[in-house]
């Protein structure tokens, strides 16, 4: 049975242009050409944009361009490493959003003074990230350290750490940090974990349906690779 470039299209909403440049990407398998040398595509190609576009809720776009072009490149081995990357990813994030919780918990009002201040470079390598974070971060007003003053250097107190961590945890989330900045602006605020309940559960919400669209991936693909 041969399709044309327009009939892959049309069952998605997809551009022609599109489909050609999937075909390009290696996310569909290379397409026949007609004796005028139009493409000519087969049911195996209208199979494979399915199971490219049901993976991309899953894990993302680049993932699953990837996935493809392992198994058309004959190598399902790569394209199941791939998967259990992203699985892996899902699981540390909702470990990520049980430590927020965690947090959020624990999380009184600033005081005057605090004990075990900290400086700008443990605190950076405690979290694993650079000093230039923090400081990026003290930019976009989700932090802001005082300074010492004899030495000018920032001074985390133990409510600053806190926040810190709190942020942290909101950007491995997928959080902006404007949008961080005012989650924890509304926590101070209000001194309690009660204007974060709302980010919770959207964030919540969006690691179920990303773990529901990784069981409807994971169905596409084996019924791609049953049928090639």
């Known amino acids: 049975m041969r399709l044309r470039p327009i009939d892959l299209a049309r069952e998605h909403g997809l551009s022609t242009q599109a489909v050609r440049n999937y075909e ?3 996310i569909l398998p290379p ?4 004796p005028t040398g139009y ?6 190609h209208a199979a494979a944009l399915r199971t490219f576009l049901a993976l991309v809720p899953a894990h993302g776009h680049p993932t699953a361009g990837a996935v493809m072009r392992a198994v058309h490149g004959g190598s399902v081995e790569e394209a199941l490493r791939l998967i259990d990357d992203s699985h892996a990813q899902l699981a540390d994030d909702r470990h990520t959003l049980e430590d927020v919780e965690r947090a959020l918990r624990d ?11 900290t400086f700008i470079g443990p605190l950076a390598r405690r979290l694993g990230i650079r000093p230039a974070t923090l400081r990026k971060w003290e930019r976009a007003g989700l932090i802001v350290p005082r300074r010492d003053p004899h030495t000018r250097y920032r ?3 133990t409510a600053d750490v806190r926040d810190v961590l709190l942020a942290h945890q909101l950007r491995r989330g997928g959080y902006g940090l404007a949008q961080i900045a005012r989650v924890l602006e509304r926590v101070r605020a209000a001194g309690g974990p009660e204007p974060m309940q709302a980010t919770l559960r959207q964030w919540r919400d969006r690691l179920t349906a990303r773990g529901r669209a990784m069981l409807s991936g994971a169905a596409a693909l084996d019924a791609y690779l049953r049928g090639s």
């Open 24 to 26: 390009e990407a290696g």
């Open 31 to 34: 397409a026949g050409r007609s």
């Open 39 to 44: 493409r000519v595509y087969t049911p195996r």
């Open 107 to 117: 999380l009184t009002l600033p005081r005057e003074r605090e004990p075990g201040a």
């Open 155 to 157: 001074v985390y107190t």
